[in-house]
Each structure stands twice: as C-alpha cells, then as structure tokens.
C-alpha cells in the first residue's frame, strides 16, 4: 500500500504541466514526452512510442476539426524522435497511436497527433482496416460511457524489422487498453492485433491486461487498488463492452428493451444485422426486440 501511495505521489508531480486530467500513467522504460491533449513514453530503441496515453470524453467526440496531415518530428524528444525520411518507400503508413480523429475537437490537439512519436510503421491494410475499425469502437464508447481512458502501442521487442536510418522498428502486434470507471464501478478490455489484414470481429481480438503485460513488460494501471487492478487485469471478456447489435454483442439490444420497459413503449428497431447472398448487409428493419428481419429471424 505504502508503494502504491508513493507511486502516485510520483506520477502527481511528474505529471504537472500535462493539461488533461490524466491519472493512470503506466510504468516505462522510455522517456515521457508530455504533450496538451495525449502523454507518451519514447523508445530510443525502436524510435517510437512503447506506449501513448490519453483520456477520451463524450464532448471531444464531436469531430470538429477537418483532418489536416501535418507529419513532422516530435521537438519534445531530446533524443530525436523519427522522421518522414524514415517511412518513404518503406511500404508501410505512418500509423497514429493516438487517432487523428480522436483529436478533433480543437485544431492544436489535432496538429499535434501528428507528430512522428505518435507514429508506428503499420501496413497499410491494418492500419485503414481492423486497426481503424477498432479506433472508431474506442470513439464510440467515450460517447456511450462518457470517459474513458486509453493506453496504446506496438509490443516492441528484440529482432524485429526495421525501416529508415533511424532504424523505426516495425512491431508485428499491437494493443490497445480501455478503462472506465463511475463511482466505485470499473471496467477493463484489451485488444491485441497482428499488423495484418483481418476481417475478423473486433470481439475476436480480446486478451487480457495481464497478456499484454507478460508480453511489454509494462504495468498499465499500477495506481489502482491491488484488488481491483488484479481483477480487472486478469479478465479476459467483451461482456460489458457494448459493441453494437451488429458486433457480436448484445448489450445494446438490452439496452434498448430495459428503456422500453420504462417508457413503456416498443424497443427501437434499427437495421437487420443479416447478411444477404452477395454479402452485404440485409437493408430491412429488424423485427422488434431484435437485431433481424422477419426472414433472418427464421435462420
């Protein structure tokens, strides 16, 4: 207990400075890079981010911001952060850690997500397919759940491939960490994802906390109570992450027939989730109190 006090007396101070209300800092080997709206811990090593931290709220959501790419090293790493040099015909995209999109609720949170520290070489159908899938679930949740917390990054280990003078190494995993808490209420999911192509549910990709951990060597939430911390780390579900009607997750529906049975009116019938021969998705409403049409019901 005495540890954990002195623990977050440490990240209190070392955290001055750093705008955003951020609480959870995990442990690093690397150099903490503090920027406005996202903290980070800087790998000489593998000349990237061995993890990026950041809170999400429902009213940063709102996307205000146009996309505008500004690549550009980071000027806070003391060491020399990568560079674009680095990443050209290297085949691979300077893949954000911190979405852009997460980051547009003001233009200077969104210029400063490009900044070469928050990039990790991705290829290409990674990072503009499950990876960004999984970054608008995150958004998506900030909004159901009015915060969270996120920590994300590659599993940096010895051997991997490298790109570019600066030697950016190129991660064959990455992960990504959420927490939420309301009052004494908390809850925990982790996803681990190989940097390829997958047309996989999102839910299929779900690991534990303690599995990321063995492989980064990084405690993630160490200023949490033991007993808490030690339950959530360890779990390994979806259960209560509402992933949508269509995503393998019922959390939504229930939602929806526990608000029926208070307005006492019918459930709110959406898209049918099914799938028609060529592949798409079925265009019918779902029957009521369901995620299907009347004929997907039936199979």
């Keep these: 207990m005495i540890k954990k006090i002195l623990l977050s007396l440490f990240l209190l101070i070392s955290l001055s400075g750093f705008s955003q209300d951020y609480k959870y800092l995990p442990t690093h080997t690397g150099e903490i890079i503090k920027h406005k709206n996202y903290i980070l811990s800087y790998s000489e090593k593998f000349e990237q981010a061995e993890w990026v931290a950041y809170e999400l709220s429902s009213n940063e959501t709102v996307g ?21 040099k680095d990443y050209k015909g290297s085949g691979y995209d300077r893949g954000h850690l911190a979405p852009a999109a997460d980051m547009g ?24 397919g499950i990876w960004k899938n999984l970054e608008t679930q995150v958004r998506n949740w900030a909004k159901v759940y009015d915060k969270i917390y996120v920590v994300t990054g590659g599993v940096l280990k ?15 995993k990455y992960y990504k960490i959420i927490f939420r808490e309301k009052g004494s209420h908390a809850e925990m999911i982790a996803f681990l994802l190989a940097n390829k192509k997958s047309e996989q549910p999102l ?30 780390e360890a779990q390994r579900s979806a259960q209560n992450w509402d992933f949508g009607p269509c995503k393998g ?9 526990k608000q029926a049975e208070i307005s006492k009116t019918k459930p709110y019938t959406g898209q049918c989730c099914g799938k028609t021969q060529n592949g798409s998705r079925c265009k019918r409403k779902a029957t009521s109190g369901t995620r299907y049409c009347w004929q997907h019901k039936k199979k």
Excluded at 159 to 171: C, D, Q, S, T
């Design 158 to 172: 010895s051997g991997l491939p490298f790109i570019g003078e600066n030697r950016v190494a190129v991660p064959e």
């Design 64 to 84: 205000l911001i146009k996309r505008v790419d500004d690549f550009r090293p980071d000027p806070d790493v003391k060491t020399g952060s990568a560079n674009l």
């Design 203 to 232: 839910s299929s990709f779900v690991v534990s906390v303690d599995e990321i951990e063995k492989l980064t060597g990084v405690d993630f939430f160490p200023q949490l109570p033991d007993g808490i911390e030690n339950k959530l």
């Design 105 to 128: 609720f003001s233009a200077a949170a969104m210029s400063e997500s490009f900044y070469m520290s928050n990039m990790s070489p991705q290829k290409p159908s990674f990072n503009r």
């Design 249 to 257: 997750n019922n959390m939504a529906m229930v939602k929806a027939k």
